[in-house]
Every structure is written in structure tokens, then in C-alpha cells.
């Protein structure tokens, strides 16, 4: 059954902090890994992941993928409030099925 | 482009009762979704399409009927409403493009 599982399902940091964000998968015929953030309301894409062991960067995001060990980690440096937020990652398949982590609820305190 | 769009936004049901959600969109994408979201919880598949006629199913299929009879409708049916069935379902389509499209979410209530 394919899964993908997300650690740790919340964080509680500063500004200012680095944070890595977790997420394991098992997906049959996997295709890729994306990221999500959301803000109560649906989810917003970050970062799509193919190849093992390429950086995806955006700003402070960046995320990277390791597909012999089956996960992927996003990073957030010098975090800021307006980063709080849900992390979702989710694995796609190539017969088009995606699907998702539980999430990471990460808070950033002043 | 109106991209993804979800009726209603919001709907109270008794237990029992019955409603289907309607997904559409206007991008000619192939592949369609539909989700549920519970608080604290990610988003868990209900049912996918891959094109029209076609459906598949998900994570979470069961108490969910599906028919995508139009390339650009995608229809999420629940025959006999349960309360654990209230949650907020976002539908989605792709196309080729890295992630898919999602809709504004419908905020469902079973009572």
C-alpha cells in the first residue's frame, strides 16, 4: 500500500531558526515528491523532485531528494512568521496517483 | 480561465441524506481529483480520474461514488451521508505541469 509519512507533525520555532522538514515515502512506479505549503485554505506548490540528490532552491526554501533511501527533506532558513504554515509533501506516480503526508504544522514565534 | 472550480462551497447535511459535489475545470487537463481534509490531518485521496470515462480508486474510497462523464467535470457522490464523512474536500486537475490545480475546498457538515 503506498504511504508517505511526514516528521514531525509540528515545530515550534523563532525567527530566525533553521527548521528541516521530513518526508518518507513508499509509492509503486514512483515519478516524483512535491512540497506544499497551506494557509487554511488549499494547498500552495513549492518544489517538484525527481532525481536523488539535486537542490531545489527558492529563497530560503530548498529541498532536496534522496530516492535510495525513500525520503526527502525540506529546509527553511532564518525563518519568519509568515512561514507558519502546514508543509504537506506528497508522492505521484506514474499512473497519476497522488498522495499525501500528514503534515508538518510549523510555528514561527516572534 | 475560471481553473478549478467547486459547488457548493458549503453544505450542511442531515445523517442519511444524500449530495453530490461537482468539480470543474477548463484547462483540458487529463487527470482529476477529489481529497478530504480533517483537521490536523493531510489531504487523503478519495477517488482519481485519469481521463474522461475513467476512475480509480483512492486512499479513502469507501461511503464515495465517482463519475467523470465530461473531461471537465469530475463528480464526488455520497449516497447516505454518515458524520464521519464531515470534513473539507478539495478537488483538483493536472495536466502537464509539475503539480495540480486545486479548487477552493467545500466545507462539508453532516449532522
Known amino acids: 500500500e503506498d504511504k508517505v509519512v511526514q516528521s514531525p507533525l509540528s515545530l515550534v520555532v523563532h525567527e530566525g531558526d533553521t527548521v528541516t522538514l521530513n518526508c518518507s515515502y513508499e509509492?509503486?512506479?514512483?515519478?516524483?515528491l512535491l512540497w506544499y505549503k497551506q494557509e487554511k485554505k488549499a494547498p500552495t506548490f513549492l518544489f517538484m523532485l525527481t532525481s536523488s540528490g539535486i537542490e531545489k532552491k527558492s529563497g530560503r526554501l530548498s529541498s532536496i531528494l534522496d530516492k535510495k533511501e525513500l525520503f526527502s527533506i525540506l529546509n527553511i532558513t532564518a525563518t519568519q512568521t509568515g512561514d507558519s504554515a502546514v508543509y504537506l509533501c506528497a508522492g505521484y506516480n506514474q499512473g497519476g496517483k497522488l498522495i499525501f503526508g500528514q503534515g508538518t504544522e510549523l510555528s514561527v514565534k516572534p | 480561465n475560471a481553473g478549478v472550480t467547486q459547488t457548493p462551497k458549503f453544505r450542511v447535511l442531515k445523517t442519511g441524506q444524500s449530495m453530490t459535489l461537482l468539480c470543474a475545470q477548463d484547462m483540458n487537463h487529463e487527470y482529476m481529483y477529489w481529497y478530504r481534509q480533517d483537521p490536523g490531518m493531510g489531504l487523503r485521496l478519495i477517488h482519481y480520474?485519469?481521463?474522461?470515462?475513467?476512475?480509480a480508486k483512492g486512499e479513502v474510497p469507501d461511503g464515495y461514488n465517482v463519475s467523470r462523464l465530461k473531461k471537465q467535470n469530475f463528480l464526488l457522490g455520497l449516497e447516505s451521508a454518515a458524520p464521519s464523512q464531515t470534513s473539507v474536500y478539495f478537488c483538483a486537475s493536472k495536466g502537464d505541469v509539475p503539480s495540480p490545480y486545486f479548487g477552493p475546498g467545500t466545507r462539508l457538515t453532516v449532522t
Open positions: 509509492v509503486t512506479n514512483f515519478r516524483s
Open positions: 480520474s485519469v481521463g474522461e470515462g475513467t476512475t
